[in-house]
């Protein structure tokens, strides 16, 4: 169902999603939120927790690659 007012982007998007499970659909949208979260994290913490950071949007960034986000 394609939903007015969608970007070619977000067409895109939605379009190679549909070929993926419900479950992995569920997986996108969760990551969807919060890479952007984890992104502006990576940028306000101290050099310390960095390499946590860096390393839990690794995680995030590379599932949404193999998922087919």
């Known amino acids: 169902m394609v939903s007015a007012g969608m970007d070619a982007k977000q067409l ?8 993926l499970t419900a479950d992995a659909q569920r997986e996108c ?19 310390q927790a960095l390499a946590d950071v860096q390393a839990q949007l690794f995680r995030m960034r590379r599932s949404f690659r193999e998922l087919g986000c």
């Open 12 to 19: 895109d998007v939605q379009g190679r999603r549909m070929k």
């Open 29 to 47: 949208r969760h990551l969807d939120a919060e890479i952007p979260v984890a992104e502006k994290q990576e940028k306000l913490v101290k050099q």
